[in-house]
């Protein structure tokens, strides 16, 4: 278990729709070892989670989830009626939803607390990593309604001290997400746009730090494939909101992993020396020394 005296990590994820829930080979291999990390070796206060499909209401302002107990928001289409019919025993935290309202009033982002629930960018990675969870409350956050990227480093940086509080915060989103090509490539390696912009998201988590790792995560809105991979970027900006809470902590990449038009990657920052990854193409994570 990471000590109290101890900040807890920052993750960012790659979420996925409802069949997550199924063994997606990697994907799933990652998500299981993310939930015993949190279960059994953690143990965070809450988790505070903020989801791409979310959004907020003018500039600065975004919603917290107040909710005591979440229900789960059924927010995809064409998959199997089973998919629509899931229960997960999870709760909320009113007070932590307070919490993290009031760092980000003090940070000048204007939040408000909202009788929300928890969207599949929230309750689908978290019960594929954690079938039952009744114990950790999960607070959702939204995103901005724009893509200014370093409004959502910003709104990461106010929610940092929540890692001085044994609190873990979660991005989800998707490191590429391009729906509109998904079925064209489904049956074709994924096309090298989507690994370029891959690599190139590697690239800023886990080779800089701080101030110069915000400053290059926000030059990616000017990368030549972003549109390509993210027609709209609300899955993209969680991944701003983490590199915001993970300030100076180094970065490393749990999962690469590619599905035509999309990719799985996702990251963690901060984690305590010392503790077991998941696999990565037959061997150990890369850490930055290693890129």
């Known amino acids: 278990m990471v000590s109290i005296a101890t900040k807890t990590p920052v993750f960012f994820v790659s979420h996925g729709g409802p069949n997550l829930l199924d063994n997606l080979e990697k994907p799933g291999?990652?998500?299981?070892?993310?939930?015993?990390?949190?279960?059994?070796?953690?143990?965070?206060?809450?988790?505070?989670?903020?989801?791409?499909?979310?959004?907020?209401?003018?500039?600065?302002?975004?919603?917290?989830?107040?909710?005591?107990?979440?229900?789960?928001?059924?927010?995809?289409?064409?998959?199997?009626?089973?998919?629509?019919?899931?229960?997960?025993?999870?709760?909320?935290?009113?007070?932590?939803?307070?919490?993290?309202?009031?760092?980000?009033?003090?940070s000048g982002i204007k939040a408000s607390g909202k009788q929300y629930g928890n969207d599949h960018g929230v309750w689908v990675p978290l019960k594929r990593a954690m079938t039952n969870n009744p114990d950790i409350p999960i607070i959702e956050v939204s995103t901005f309604s724009h893509e200014d990227m370093p409004m959502h480093v910003k709104m990461g940086e106010a929610l940092a001290p929540l890692r001085d509080e044994g609190i873990v915060i979660i991005g989800s989103g998707s490191a590429v997400h391009?729906?509109?090509?998904?079925?064209?490539?489904?049956?074709?390696?994924?096309?090298?746009?989507?690994?370029?912009?891959?690599?190139?998201?590697?690239?800023?988590?886990?080779?800089?730090?701080?101030?110069?790792?915000?400053?290059?995560?926000?030059?990616?809105?000017?990368?030549?494939?972003?549109?390509?991979?993210?027609?709209?970027?609300?899955?993209?900006?969680?991944?701003?909101?983490?590199?915001?809470?993970?300030?100076?902590?180094?970065?490393?990449?749990?999962l690469q992993d590619y599905f035509s038009t999309l990719s799985w990657g996702s990251y963690v920052f901060g984690l305590p020396e010392g503790t077991t990854l998941p696999k990565y193409d037959g061997t150990q994570i890369r850490d930055r020394d290693e890129l």
């Open 29 to 106: 291999d990652f998500y299981s070892w993310l939930g015993n990390y949190l279960k059994t070796e953690l143990k965070p206060k809450a988790i505070v989670i903020i989801s791409a499909h979310w959004q907020g209401e003018g500039k600065e302002n975004v919603f917290v989830d107040v909710s005591e107990k979440p229900k789960l928001i059924y927010d995809f289409y064409g998959f199997p009626k089973s998919y629509y019919e899931v229960k997960w025993d999870h709760k909320g935290s009113p007070a932590v939803a307070s919490r993290v309202i009031e760092l980000l009033n003090q």
């Open 178 to 254: 391009n729906l509109q090509q998904l079925w064209k490539h489904a049956n074709k390696p994924s096309p090298k746009f989507v690994q370029e912009f891959d690599k190139e998201m590697e690239k800023i988590a886990c080779t800089s730090v701080g101030e110069e790792r915000n400053a290059k995560s926000s030059e990616l809105s000017q990368h030549k494939h972003f549109r390509d991979c993210h027609p709209t970027a609300e899955h993209l900006v969680p991944f701003h909101v983490a590199l915001g809470a993970a300030g100076q902590d180094k970065g490393k990449k749990l």
